[in-house]
DNA sequence: TATTACCCTATAGGATTACTAGGGTTTAAG
DNA sequence: CTTAAACCCTAGTAATCCTATAGGGTAATA
């Protein structure tokens, strides 16, 4: 399941993608546009910034801006940023490998080839598909 | 990402698929065998006994037993009883359907659409991996 | 210089996860 | 018929994560 996190931040930058052309956007209006909560939204936009994705302007008439073209910005990006594995389990993570503890063997685990299946799958999906692909 | 419980569940229905032939499987030998914590694997073959996945035989000499053939046994009916939904949001759910809170229009809901592809490519595989394609 | 709007840290409440404890009940074997 | 094996069931718990809020600091613009 995605975290709400993760669908909040992808719904502020379609919104953002949607209203590309006059400059910066402010956390409010996003917020109620979007029925986010304003708080919660700013913490997500700041990550969003740290990570490259976003920049922002202080002071008055500011607000938050993309940093690339709606269709440079990839959901694999996006969604790593915001939730983190993009697969199942970790031992089939591409971005944040991890072992299992209780698997001898990788190669011989039969979930673990599942769900590089699924995971490859989904990846497809998400290179293939940008911001600009949601608006 | 996928829990513990689930990922156990199915390491645990490999293994008695593997010895499918020779009757009932005691919980102690699949535990030691696939390295999952004895009372935490009880837990978990109760529901799947509870869904109708597993049978079982109390006393001396029972043990648990698959209730259909390896083959006959589709990871979504598995994966829906250990982990609960397969999509990524309950607004794209089919068998655990929920509104979201702040989306007025799923029709009009980027991320909805977006997460639909998703879980359509997963449940196809789901739907065309059994418990025998594991062993 | 006042206001606007981002920036940052801390934290609280609730839900979920991954177990563990402790015993009850049924069944088959000796 | 007794005993022990093995499933059955109910709680509970520590740790972690998720969602969200509080409260103020800082920079920039009008």
């Known amino acids: 399941?995605?975290?709400?996190?993760?669908?909040?931040?992808?719904?502020?930058?379609?919104?953002?993608?949607?209203?590309?052309?006059?400059?910066?956007?402010?956390?409010?209006?996003?917020?109620?546009?979007?029925?986010?909560?304003?708080?919660?939204?700013?913490?997500?936009?700041?990550t969003l910034k740290k990570?490259?994705?976003?920049?922002?302007k202080k002071g008055k008439g500011g607000g938050y801006y993309l940093l690339k073209e709606p269709a440079e910005m990839k959901m694999t990006?996006?969604?790593r940023t915001l939730e983190g594995p993009i697969a199942m389990l970790p031992c089939v993570s591409l971005n944040y490998y991890?072992?299992?503890?209780?698997?001898?063997?990788?190669?011989?685990?039969?979930?673990?080839?599942?769900?590089?299946?699924?995971r490859d799958n989904t990846l497809q999906i998400f290179r293939n598909t940008t911001l600009a692909d949601l608006v």
Chains 1, 2 share one sequence.
């Open 1 to 46: 399941m995605l975290s709400k996190r993760t669908k909040y931040g992808l719904k502020a930058l379609t919104y953002m993608a949607r209203n590309h052309s006059e400059g910066t956007v402010q956390i409010a209006m996003i917020a109620t546009s979007e029925n986010i909560p304003h708080k919660f939204l700013e913490s997500i936009l700041l």
């Open 51 to 56: 990570t490259g994705l976003l920049g922002a």
């Open 77 to 79: 990006d996006i969604i």
């Open 98 to 118: 991890e072992k299992c503890d209780d698997c001898p063997d990788e190669d011989t685990c039969s979930v673990h080839k599942l769900m590089i299946q699924v």
